[in-house]
């Protein structure tokens, strides 16, 4: 773990292997077991590293995170290579644009460092009256383990930008690359700004959401932990970010299955799925809505499409899509499958269960596409977190709105349609932190992001939602004598 810029095993002398998700058995390393005591002291370190960063001028900030952009940048396809031994995510589809990512978030926040800035009041000659934005403190950031550098992009550039330290805790099942990110970091950091911990949720993590010395909790997983990472924070009103699951829709109109536009449409479908990402990604359009006068013709394109999708070894650049990450994720979705497969008139389109390939030993499993679902089944209904897309038909505008936001969740959205009235009129009705229309890939620099309903509160990756989530205001009223 890094602590106080020193690498250092866990005070309980305890270590846990790091199984891989492609290679059945195979321990890719083993990292501390940190503990309530290591929790303690990374925050110590980040403590007392705070004061003098805080009051660094922006620019000297920006400096370090630029010169940490151009390090990753060099190391960026070490950190794809790990990232897809570490989380079975292939290396060309996912890990490496995903690696690619962070190098971009560290550039983004490290150029926009001077914007977390305040205002002036226009309120005479004899008042000043101006707002700080000051850093919060410590902030505690939370990974998951389905794309940990991503979703690290997403949280340290900008806190560390706003003039925050860091105690990141990597996810139990793929700490790797956090630990690749915070020995390049730790080059141009001084000791105590960035702190990297491993170790188990309820332990290590917990530590830190309850710990007094951390001012913000960012939290990034499931809904579950996260409303009791919620509950915990706000014991002692600690600042919170949660980034939380979804069950987001894909909702396909008839105009957008166009002998033209059929084919376009259908690969846009497959990556809102998240397919090549295993469909383990909070975005996932996991529920695709199709209007009943295209919906075989859309099902037959789309089920061609993803069966052509090659499965395998993560580190093979012929992979389309890698491997789940752990067995106990595997048992679930296909629990999941084997439940949608026992409804009454359900139609399987691509078996996942089916898959086999006699080299591979790992949590493989092939894409599984489900027609006939009803929109109340527990497949429609609950986050798989894998590669299970439901299919639900529709014909009226206003009942296919009305079930996409009957769900508990909101995190994104895809609309599929040549009509921009109906596809912004749908869009704007979605309950959802985040639609596209006629795309599906995955989120851009600067846009905002985060979830309505269970799936999350707060708002990071934009810079007004990043000004939001890791400053406090200050206002300062001066009399001023003339
Ligand atoms: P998870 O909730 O099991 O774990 C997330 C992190 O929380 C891990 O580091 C874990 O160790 C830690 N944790 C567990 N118990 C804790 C506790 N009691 N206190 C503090 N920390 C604790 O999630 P996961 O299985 O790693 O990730 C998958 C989930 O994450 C999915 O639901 C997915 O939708 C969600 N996710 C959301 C986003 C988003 O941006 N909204 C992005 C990626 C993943």
């Not at 014991?235 to 987001?248: I, Y």
């Not at 919906?295 to 580190?315: H, I």
Request: net charge negative; proline share 4%; glycine share 10%.
């Amino acid at each position: 773990m890094l602590i106080g810029g020193e690498w250092v095993p866990s005070l309980s002398g305890e270590w846990a292997d790091v199984v891989s998700p492609g290679r059945r058995g195979v321990v890719l390393a083993r990292v501390p077991e940190g503990t309530e005591a290591d929790a303690d002291r990374a925050v110590q370190a980040a403590q007392a590293a705070f004061p003098a960063w805080a009051k660094l001028h922006f620019s000297q900030r920006q400096k370090a995170l630029l010169k940490i952009a151009d390090a990753l940048e060099a190391r960026v396809e070490d950190l794809a290579v790990l990232t897809a031994a570490d989380t079975g995510n292939a290396l060309r589809t996912q890990a490496r644009p995903e690696a690619n990512t962070l190098v971009n978030l560290f550039r983004y926040f490290g150029g926009v460092a001077g914007e977390f800035k305040g205002t002036v009041l226009p309120a005479g000659d004899d008042q000043l009256q101006y707002t700080r934005r000051e850093p919060l403190g410590v902030v505690a950031g939370i990974l998951p383990w389905n794309s940990p550098l991503m979703i690290a992009g997403m949280k340290t550039p900008a806190a560390l930008a706003a003039g925050n330290t860091l105690v990141l805790k990597t996810a139990e099942d793929a700490p790797l690359t956090i630990l690749l990110l915070a020995e390049i970091c730790n080059e141009f950091l001084p000791p105590g700004v960035l702190n990297v911990v491993t170790g188990r949720g309820h332990v290590i993590g917990e530590a830190l959401v309850t710990h007094p010395g951390v001012h913000k909790v960012s939290f990034t997983g499931s809904t579950r932990v996260g409303i009791g990472v919620g509950e915990k924070a706000a014991k002692r009103l600690a600042h919170v970010s949660l980034e939380l699951g979804g069950k987001s829709p894909n909702i396909v109109f008839p105009d957008a299955c166009t002998s033209e536009l059929i084919d376009e449409t259908a690969t846009g479908v497959l990556t809102a799925m998240r397919f090549t990402r295993q469909g383990q990604s909070c975005t996932a359009g996991s529920r695709l809505f199709v209007h009943a006068d295209v919906y075989d013709a859309f099902l037959e394109k789309l089920t061609e499409k993803v069966r052509a999708l090659k499965v395998g070894d993560p580190l093979d650049e012929a992979t389309d899509m890698g491997s789940i990450i752990n067995q106990k994720q595997y048992d679930q979705v296909v629990n999941y499958i084997k439940d949608g497969k026992s409804q009454p008139n359900v139609r399987v389109l691509l078996d996942g269960e089916d898959f086999t390939a006699d080299d591979l030993d790992g949590f493989y499993q092939g894409p599984t596409i489900l027609a006939g679902v009803g929109n109340d089944w527990r497949v429609a209904q609950e986050e798989i977190f894998g590669p299970v897309l439901v299919a639900i038909p529709w014909t009226d505008r206003d009942d296919v709105i009305a079930m996409a936001n009957d769900s508990t969740y909101g995190l994104a959205a895809y609309v599929w349609s040549q009509d921009l009235t109906a596809a912004l009129d749908t869009a704007n009705r979605i309950e959802s932190g985040w639609v596209q229309v006629n795309q599906g890939g995955g989120q851009v620099i600067g846009q905002a992001y985060g979830g309505y309903k269970m799936s999350g509160i707060g708002r990071e990756f934009s810079i007004e939602g990043a000004i939001e989530a890791f400053t406090q205001t200050k206002q300062i009223n001066v009399k001023l004598n003339v």
